[in-house]
């Protein structure tokens, strides 16, 4: 009898070690990487909806035969089909189990939202793997029309890409979950405002999200959130939405540590740390429309994910429209990046002769009033000034120049590769959309910008207006000479000068600031992230979040004494 007994104890040891040592396995085999796919701002326009090019402003431009049609977005509008159709044909060539597309799909239209669904529709057959979608603020109208779509019919449209395969939907928003595999489960979260660009996490999705990741909790699933509109901030003046600081430290403290967004049209990955140690990435992928046209390959693990960039290259010339002449297509077909990073550039020359010779900056930055002799100055001199930004930088001899404008002066423009001022701030932009920002060049850039403006400035100034608005401008921007002595004492050549710098520094900042001052470090493109480790550069969380815990840490603490009293 004690000998049964012995041989069942030592069985049910052997027992115990055989499932010990299994255990390590389990837990390795429950923890294999989920490889996915994510792009964002498709902006596909079907041939319905596209028509003929308006916009074919070519002053100032290099090429303007190949280029006039360049749209100041940098959106390649009639590329669109040809670069969806690469994408999804290496979306299915790839190893990655899923692809998911964070907003701006179209253009709005409802006919470009019935070709594009088509196309991953035909997509999702050929390659046999899911594609999830979430909205952005250019996919939907407030209310449905003849041409629009609302909300409501985006989830119509789209149901076979998130919405039909959905564990739960938010009733009153396109948000939903879907499980990506055993181990993760996606958490899309519409963010929009219908009728605006700007986006918000409202009451209502945000009580859903907090069921949905206690659901995932309980059911052991690790949360991967979507949505159009950025978490975290990726440069300084970039428009947040509402208590983003608030949503942040939540997302992180609730086992959310990587959010997948879009809306920017910039390479760019900006982390924080909570208050409890807790870090959360918001990976924003650029537009794929737009150069440098990337999509990312993404490595998730539950302590890590990897992120790869990779770019379309190349297109099938047969979907281009016929709009486009036979040399363009040629171009296209040889030597896509090429083509599409010519066509950024040469949109940066529409945008910023257009932008430039508006006086509405100036006014809004120095406190101009309308009315006033300064503002008319203002406005005559910016009138003038998308023509003067459009000379060359350096003197030839064959006309204005830049250079020219500055010799009297005295100041020297730093020498570079650039013919025109657009392709200085091109630079600039296309750094920021890339990613993986050259410190060094942006700054050789920056100074090259802020002197070509100046030069800009000054040429405006010799036909924009007589000397005494000149000298109010300048009062009311705060320009004085030293001591008890008036304006009107000093030489022109000074106070013009101290005018042209004021202007061209409000101008370098509220045109390119953003593009310069970006949180992120050089690690947008290719990069591991850790989780539970900040970056250096890790978006701040704000104070005001701290001061309101420890008001519910200390209201918590005093209805936990009273409750025991």
């Known amino acids: 009898m004690m000998r049964r007994s012995c041989r069942k104890i030592l069985a049910c040891l052997l027992a115990a070690c055989v499932a010990a040592a299994a255990l390590p396995l389990a837990a390795g085999a429950t923890d294999r990487p989920l490889k996915l796919m994510t792009a964002a701002d498709t902006h596909f326009q079907c041939a319905a909806d596209l028509g003929e090019p308006t916009d074919t402003y070519t002053e100032h431009m290099l090429d303007p035969d190949t280029f006039g049609y360049a749209s100041t977005q940098g959106q390649m509008n009639y590329e669109s089909e040809a670069i969806l159709a690469e994408m999804l044909a290496e979306f299915a060539a790839s190893d990655a189990a899923c692809l998911l597309i964070a907003g701006d799909l179209t253009c709005g239209k409802r006919a470009s939202h019935l070709a594009f669904a088509e196309y991953l529709r035909r997509a999702e057959r050929e390659s046999g793997k899911p594609i999830y979608v979430i909205v952005g603020n250019h996919d939907c109208a407030a209310a449905s029309s003849e041409d629009r779509i609302s909300m409501e019919e985006f989830r119509e449209i789209y149901a076979d890409f998130g919405y039909d395969e959905a564990l739960c939907r938010h009733e009153g928003s396109a948000s939903y979950t879907v499980d990506l595999d055993h181990n993760y489960r996606l958490l899309a979260v519409d963010s929009c405002l219908y009728g605006e660009d700007d986006g918000r996490i409202g009451s209502s999705v945000f009580r859903w999200i907090k069921e949905q990741t206690e659901q995932a909790r309980k059911d052991g699933r690790q949360m991967i959130a979507m949505m159009h509109h950025s978490l975290l901030p990726h440069y300084e003046l970039q428009p947040m939405i509402d208590n983003w600081q608030y949503y942040a430290a939540w997302f992180a403290d609730h086992g959310i540590n990587t959010v997948l967004t879009g809306h920017i049209h910039a390479n760019d990955i900006s982390s924080t740390v909570s208050d409890r140690g807790n870090t959360l990435y918001d990976i924003q992928t650029g537009a794929l429309i737009s150069s440098p046209n990337t999509y990312r390959m993404l490595t998730v693990e539950w302590k890590a994910v990897e992120v790869?960039?990779?770019?379309i290259t190349n297109i099938d010339a047969s979907l281009l429209p016929n709009f486009l002449t036979d040399a363009q297509k040629a171009a296209?077909?040889?030597d896509f990046s090429g083509y599409a990073k010519g066509y950024f550039v040469s949109g940066v020359c529409k945008w910023l002769n257009r932008n430039i010779g508006s006086v509405n900056r100036l006014a809004r930055w120095f406190k101009l009033k309308e009315g006033t002799k300064a503002y008319g100055a203002a406005e005559k001199l910016t009138a003038r000034l998308g023509a003067a930004v459009g000379q060359d930088i350096y003197d030839t001899g064959d006309g204005p120049s830049i250079e020219a404008a500055l010799a009297?002066?005295?100041?020297?423009?730093?020498?570079?590769?650039?013919?025109?001022?657009?392709?200085?701030a091109a630079q600039l932009m296309y750094g920021f959309f890339y990613g993986d920002e050259d410190a060094a060049g942006n700054a050789a850039d920056t100074r090259l910008l802020l002197t070509c403006l100046?030069?800009?400035?000054?040429t405006a100034m010799a036909s924009a207006a007589d000397e005494s608005d000149l000298r109010a401008l300048a009062s009311a921007m705060g320009i004085k000479a030293e001591g008890a002595a008036a304006l009107s004492t000093l030489r022109p050549a000074v106070w013009t000068r101290q005018l042209a710098e004021r202007m061209a520094l409000a101008l370098l900042e509220s045109l390119a600031g953003g593009f310069i001052d970006d949180y992120s470090t050089p690690a947008d493109l290719n990069v591991t992230l850790t989780f539970g480790e900040s970056r250096a550069d890790a978006a701040p969380i704000h104070f005001l979040i701290k001061i309101i815990r420890l008001f519910a840490a200390f209201w918590k603490r005093l209805f936990a004494a009273s409750y025991a009293a």
């Open 332 to 334: 296209l077909a040889e």
């Open 308 to 311: 790869e960039s990779r770019f």
């Open 454 to 458: 100046e030069g800009a400035i000054l």
């Open 408 to 424: 009297p002066y005295h100041i020297e423009v730093p020498r570079s590769d650039h013919q025109k001022p657009y392709e200085v």
